[in-house]
């Protein structure tokens, strides 16, 4: 177990649906020491709300509503992939699956539908939703795995102007690490979560980060 028994947080971009990658960075996610939240990805059902919008003409809280679910949507093909994921839409049931040492997956709809501080809308997307959680649970980091490469020590302001991330994101963050892992983190990603070190780019935050 790592030193720090703090949850780690991990978005699964759901760019990575249909990447050879996506089995072995499932394979390595399987193997973290410690304990794990994996958020999803919106993926291609993200993808389908956004191209039917302009079309049926809902607004902008219907579609995030409708991306959120998409969230869920993904986290349920990736659950009936790994038996070793437990389904959650809890803090509770986070803990719980923790404490049994199983990986928690994140069903978001039900805890973002109540949440008071969550802007619906498409510059909150599932990064955004992956920092609050991480604030949340008071998480150790927040690893965002994309399949795009950014440089250790980037500022955030950058992966922002570069759509990295989503324009909201710096809003969530808060206080905690964040990490960036592209596909030339994977080779060393399951021997370093094995050893409960997160793999990936260290984000500079400073001075988008709040202050305590």
């Given amino acids: 177990m790592p030193l720090n028994s703090a ?3 991990i978005k699964l971009g759901g760019s990575l649906h249909a990447s050879p990658a996506l089995a072995d960075w499932l394979t390595a996610l399987k193997g973290y020491s ?5 958020v999803s990805g919106g993926g291609p059902f993200a993808d389908a709300v956004r191209a039917a919008q302009p079309v049926m003409r809902y607004d902008d809280r219907t579609a995030h509503a409708m991306a959120v679910l998409a969230m869920e949507q993904y986290a349920l093909a990736l659950a009936s992939r790994e038996p070793a994921f437990e389904l959650v839409a809890s803090l509770d049931a986070i803990r719980s699956a923790h404490a049994r040492g199983r990986v928690a997956l994140w069903r978001a709809s039900a805890m973002v539908a109540n949440a008071d501080d969550i802007a619906p809308g498409w510059d909150v997307t599932s990064d955004s939703l992956a920092a609050w959680l991480a604030k949340k649970t008071v998480a150790r980091a927040l690893l965002l795995i994309k399949s795009v490469d950014v440089g250790d020590g980037a500022p955030l302001s950058e992966i922002v102007r570069k759509g990295v991330v989503d324009p909201a994101f710096p ?8 990490f960036i892992a ?3 983190s994977l080779p060393l990603a399951a ?3 094995a050893e409960g070190v997160t793999p990936g780019a260290a984000i500079s935050t400073f001075p988008t980060r709040k202050s305590a």
Avoid: H, K, R, V
Avoid at 34 to 38: D, E, F, K, Q, R
Avoid at 171 to 178: C, F, K, R
């Fill in 171 to 178: 809003d969530y963050l808060d206080e905690t690490p964040l």
């Fill in 34 to 38: 410690g304990p794990l939240t994996i």
């Fill in 7 to 9: 949850p780690l947080i």
């Fill in 191 to 193: 021997a370093l979560l």
């Fill in 182 to 184: 592209g596909p030339s």
